[in-house]
């Protein structure tokens, strides 16, 4: 456990350092989303775009642990996904746990 909080911290360190201030998990997983996109709009996401982009964040992580698995790209760019496996139906902090290991491993990947 001590191994995981540490990393979390690192990651936490990571992102205040790049954004002047620490994204909550909403916040980083529509980072990670954008990372995915690869590309930056020219006006701002609208919000379903948002919602959108968190969801390629969280399939992108769960991809990790073979639940999702990456489809192609559209022709916008979005990456899409197909589900593999359902993730099991756990606690809110056992779902954090989960999410936030799935995070360090992104960072930890993609510096």
């Not at 990651?11 to 916040?27: N, S, T």
Request: proline residues 5%; aromatic residues 10%; negative net charge.
């Amino acid at each position: 456990m001590e191994n995981f909080e540490q990393r979390w911290i690192d990651v936490e360190f990571m992102l205040r350092d790049r954004f002047d201030k620490l994204p909550d998990m909403e916040g980083t997983l529509f980072l990670i989303g954008v990372n995915e996109l690869g590309k930056l709009p020219r006006k701002k996401f609208s919000k379903e775009q948002k919602q959108d982009l968190m969801h390629v964040a969280v399939c992108t992580l769960l991809s990790q642990l073979g639940y999702y698995e990456l489809m192609g790209r559209d022709d916008d760019g979005w990456p899409h996904f197909r589900e593999i496996e359902q993730v099991p139906v756990t606690g809110l902090v056992e779902q954090e746990c989960m999410l936030k290991e799935c995070v360090i491993r992104y960072f930890e990947a993609n510096p």
